[in-house]
């Protein structure tokens, strides 16, 4: 295990609906981020967390919003979905050292497989 | 901004090979490059980082080279087994930052 858990694992959710998703970290990172990975896409960035201070947000549509109450827990609420949204959706933590020049690896979740119906 | 590109088609390899697999960036040098795989899924899982001034790391049968100059980094599995079979995906920090862009990945098969 890399440390890094998601739940669920997998999630069917009709357009109406709203869920949750959640991510926690064991390894003491300061650096949580959440991404969207479709088939034959590339990892898509979506939001990053460094010590619980929202950094990016990469153009995401509203219907998804983030929560990082600690730096341990990262969440990503969803209401509204569309089935173009159907995706695995990955978490994962770093620990970012400028004063190294950064480059510290990221460690993922399993992720969570959302169908979206 | 950065583009990754990696070979979209399968690489496909007799067990006992060496692997080679290319990822190739178009505008500015990264500080660092990372290799990760990923198994169909699961999450990416880090392999090794090699850093702008180092030509050439290895990790058991694993080697990665960065050429700065080609704006290219290649993966070489040697001994290829057929649990080597897998994506592997190449990483790049965003501009100066430790936020990463993930290629597409190539898809490794060995074949016993």
């Known amino acids: 295990e890399t440390g890094v858990t998601q739940t669920p694992r997998h999630l069917v959710m009709g357009m109406t609906n709203k869920k949750s998703l959640k991510c926690e970290q064991h390894?003491?990172?300061?650096?949580m981020y959440w991404y969207k990975q479709s088939a034959k896409k590339p990892l898509e960035l979506m939001f990053v967390?460094?010590?619980?201070?929202?950094?990016e947000n990469n153009s995401v549509p509203s219907r998804f919003s983030p929560e990082c109450p600690n730096s341990s827990h990262l969440f990503l609420h969803l209401h509204t979905l569309q089935p173009e949204d159907s995706a695995l959706y990955l978490c994962?933590?770093?620990?970012?050292?400028?004063?190294?020049?950064?480059?510290?690896?990221?460690?993922f979740g399993p992720g969570t497989r959302l169908t979206v119906t | 901004s950065q583009k990754i590109e990696q070979n979209s088609e399968a690489l496909n390899i007799q067990e006992g090979k060496t692997a080679t697999l290319t990822c190739n960036y178009t505008?500015?040098?990264?500080?660092?490059l990372q290799w990760y795989r990923q198994d169909p899924g699961r999450g990416p899982v880090f392999l090794l980082l090699?850093?702008?001034?180092?030509k050439e790391k290895r990790k058991e049968r694993l080697k990665v080279t960065f050429d700065t100059t080609l704006k290219q980094s290649l993966f070489h599995i040697t001994a290829s087994q057929p649990a080597d079979s897998a994506t592997y995906l190449c990483?790049?920090?965003?501009?100066?930052?430790?936020?990463?862009?993930f290629g597409s990945g190539t898809r490794l098969l060995v074949r016993p």
């Open positions: 994962a933590s770093s620990q970012p050292d400028p004063l190294a020049g950064g480059g510290y690896e990221q460690y």
């Open positions: 390894l003491g990172h300061n650096a």
């Open positions: 967390y460094n010590f619980k201070e929202q950094t």
């Open positions: 505008n500015y040098s990264p500080a660092y």
């Open positions: 090699i850093r702008e001034n180092e």
């Open positions: 990483a790049l920090p965003m501009d100066s930052s430790y936020k990463l862009i």
